[in-house]
């Protein structure tokens, strides 16, 4: 079966995906697109040697933007040239021009594939994506705070001596410092978060604990392109296998008017149905600070 992908921005997160992807049998066909064609070129070599080992079958194209275009699916990776500041909002201003360019290349070829975006600020950049490529809202999206929430589910387990895919729980608002636990609508065996007896110092800790998990790791390593690489690869997995699973995806929010997270299933046409998590009114005022903080960062553009 033919499955393309192009990955734009093969760095650390866009490589880790690359590779994920092939070691996974996910993909028939990768184009490869980078500003730093020796690297990318050099990634490309790299691959094919892995491809013999791994007995996998994918051709592969670098930087030939034609080509880009007949992918079924366009995730964007794109990073900063050198950024020193661990709060995601700081990148917006070096992304935005390489997203932008992008998006009038999606625009003027009325790209016909989903494009998944991780880069950061994840929502903001969606959005501008979004606005500047005239695509549908349906096929353009961002990973949010799904790897967040993963984050959140291995913490939680870790407390509760749980398996984390056993919790059905979520980061919510921005992918970036405004996010929180959605405590109110969580569930672990059917049982609401609430009859769990995790005290309120524990919350506390635990969702400080997730979101400075990406600094943990962004400190000791300089990066961190894992978790993300293998998210992102499970979503295009979804979107290949028409597998509806849901995710906690960046999405446009009519009523929040901005790009945010949202669980909502996603296929092979791009989103499905769209979630709304029943959020306490503490919470809820935190989540329409978290939109108020993606609106303001995409009006400055
Ligand atoms: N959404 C998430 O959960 C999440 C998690 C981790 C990282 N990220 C983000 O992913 C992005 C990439 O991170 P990284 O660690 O791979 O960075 P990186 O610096 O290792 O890689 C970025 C790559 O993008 C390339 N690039 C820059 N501008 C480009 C353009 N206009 N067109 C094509 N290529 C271009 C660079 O040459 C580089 O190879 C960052 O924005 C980072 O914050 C997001």
Same mark, same amino acid.
């Given at each position: 079966?033919?499955?393309?992908? &192009?990955?734009?921005?093969?760095?650390?997160?866009?490589? +880790?995906?690359?590779?994920?992807?092939?070691?996974?049998?996910?993909?028939?066909?990768?184009?490869?697109?980078?500003?730093?064609?020796?690297?990318?070129?050099?990634?490309?070599?790299?691959?094919? #040697?892995?491809?013999?080992?791994?007995?996998?079958?994918?051709?592969?194209?670098?930087? #030939?933007?034609?080509?880009?275009?007949?992918?079924?699916?366009?995730?964007?990776?794109?990073?900063?040239?050198?950024?020193?500041?661990?709060?995601?909002?700081?990148?917006?201003?070096?992304?935005?021009?390489?997203?932008?360019?992008?998006?009038?290349?999606?625009?003027? +070829?009325?790209?016909?594939?989903?494009?998944?975006?991780?880069?950061?600020?994840?929502?903001?950049?969606?959005?501008?994506?979004?606005?500047?490529?005239?695509?549908?809202?349906?096929?353009?999206?961002?990973?949010?705070?799904?790897?967040?929430?993963?984050?959140?589910?291995?913490?939680?387990?870790?407390?509760?001596?749980?398996?984390?895919?056993?919790?059905?729980?979520?980061? +919510?608002?921005?992918?970036?410092?405004?996010?929180?636990? &959605?405590?109110?609508?969580?569930?672990? &065996?059917?049982?609401?978060?609430?009859?769990?007896?995790?005290?309120?110092?524990?919350?506390?800790?635990?969702?400080?604990?997730?979101?400075?998990?990406?600094?943990?790791?962004?400190?000791?390593?300089?990066?961190?392109?894992?978790?993300?690489?293998?998210? &992102?690869?499970?979503?295009?997995? +979804?979107?290949?296998?028409?597998?509806?699973?849901?995710?906690?995806?960046?999405?446009?929010?009519?009523?929040?008017?901005?790009?945010?997270?949202?669980?909502?299933?996603?296929?092979?046409?791009?989103?499905?149905?769209?979630?709304?998590?029943?959020?306490?009114?503490?919470?809820?005022?935190?989540?329409?600070?978290?939109?108020?903080?993606?609106?303001?960062?995409?009006?400055?553009?």
């Amino acid at each position: 079966m033919n499955r393309h992908i &192009a990955i734009v921005g093969f760095g650390r997160v866009g490589s +880790a995906l690359g590779y994920t992807l092939i070691n996974k049998g996910l993909v028939s066909h990768l184009t490869i697109i980078d500003t730093n064609n020796v690297k990318a070129t050099s990634h490309a070599l790299d691959l094919r #040697d892995a491809l013999i080992a791994l007995n996998q079958d994918v051709s592969i194209s670098v930087n #030939d933007t034609k080509d880009m275009l007949k992918a079924d699916i366009i995730v964007v990776a794109i990073g900063p040239a050198n950024i020193t500041s661990l709060d995601r909002l700081d990148e917006f201003h070096s992304n935005k021009m390489g997203i932008q360019t992008l998006a009038e290349t999606l625009r003027k +070829a009325q790209y016909h594939g989903i494009v998944l975006n991780i880069t950061n600020p994840c929502d903001v950049i969606t959005q501008v994506l979004q606005a500047a490529s005239g695509l549908p809202k349906s096929r353009v999206f961002g990973t949010g705070t799904t790897l967040d929430s993963l984050r959140l589910q291995r913490l939680l387990g870790e407390h509760l001596d749980l398996n984390p895919a056993d919790i059905d729980g979520y980061m +919510a608002g921005e992918h970036g410092d405004s996010q929180f636990v &959605a405590w109110s609508p969580m569930r672990m &065996a059917g049982v609401p978060a609430e009859q769990w007896n995790i005290s309120d110092d524990d919350k506390v800790q635990i969702e400080s604990d997730v979101m400075r998990s990406g600094a943990v790791i962004y400190n000791g390593k300089g990066c961190t392109e894992f978790g993300i690489g293998a998210m &992102a690869a499970s979503i295009c997995q +979804a979107i290949f296998y028409d597998s509806q699973k849901i995710y906690s995806l960046s999405v446009y929010d009519e009523s929040a008017e901005c790009y945010i997270s949202h669980p909502t299933q996603v296929g092979k046409t791009g989103l499905g149905r769209r979630f709304t998590l029943k959020l306490n009114d503490k919470e809820q005022a935190r989540f329409e600070q978290s939109a108020q903080i993606i609106r303001q960062y995409v009006a400055m553009e």
